[in-house]
């Protein structure tokens, strides 16, 4: 279960997944882009732990570059066997780089699409919820894997109804399977279109920050829609 604090608040989607989130009434502004971030922390991840740390911090980089970095509400979730939440959506000034450290724990296989679908589903519905009182809302989805998913077909059928929630999903695949067009196949599916917007592939997690920019162009310098 997601941990709370006093300005955090417990929610649960219509698909039954728990998340956590600023209250409603302790937010500042009237308009909002939520990032979520869904890291893999499978076991396979285990000796580039510090690298998985700062490729989280790259992309939080990214989002204060935006001159729209007091609109921005980041939730961050790691994933092996199940989704977890490391912590709930809250405004990205809220959040130092600090905060991250030490925070990966590696363990277990890699669900990623129920992850992601998981992930996907609070970051839309949190949205729903700020829309309907009244706010303008958006919302970015980073997917960040090194291997391909242990699932059933049963669940990546399932999948395939992530696009329906109108997130825009960006699939980074990091290390050398990812380099393989056959492992790309799942985190292209997840990613949203066109791939060449959506989906990016590194060799190490260092090599993020080649394309810090590019990350900034096309997620956080977009507005949220009109209400």
Do not use: W
Not at 16 to 35: H, I, M, P
Not at 63 to 83: G, V
Not at 130 to 140: K, T
Not at 206 to 213: K, N, S, Y
């Amino acid at each position: 279960m997601p941990k709370l604090d006093s300005s955090m608040k417990a929610v649960t989607t219509a698909n039954n997944y728990r998340f956590t989130a600023t209250r409603l009434q302790d937010l500042g502004a009237s308009e909002y882009t939520l990032v979520t971030i869904i890291t893999d922390v499978s076991t396979s991840v285990q000796s580039y732990r510090g690298q998985l740390e700062a490729c989280i911090k790259a992309v939080l980089g990214s989002c204060r570059l935006s001159p729209r970095s007091d609109n921005l509400m980041l939730r961050l979730c790691a994933f092996n066997n199940k989704l977890n939440e490391l912590h709930g959506f809250k405004e990205l000034r809220l959040i130092a780089d600090d905060d991250y450290n030490g925070i990966i724990k590696v363990g277990g296989c890699t669900a990623l699409y129920e992850a992601s679908f998981e992930g996907i589903d609070a970051t839309a519905g949190y949205g729903k919820m700020l829309i309907s009182r009244g706010f303008s809302a958006n919302a970015i989805v980073f997917v960040i894997t090194d291997g391909a998913s242990f699932e059933t077909e049963e669940v990546k059928v399932q999948a395939e109804r992530l696009h329906l929630f109108g997130v825009r999903v960006f699939g980074i695949g990091v290390g050398r399977y990812l380099q393989k067009e056959k492992y790309q196949e799942e985190l292209l599916n997840i990613a949203s279109d066109p791939d060449s917007e959506h989906f990016f592939t590194i060799e190490a997690f260092d090599d993020l920050r080649t394309i810090e920019d590019t990350i900034v162009q096309r997620t956080c310098r977009e507005p949220p829609p009109s209400k």
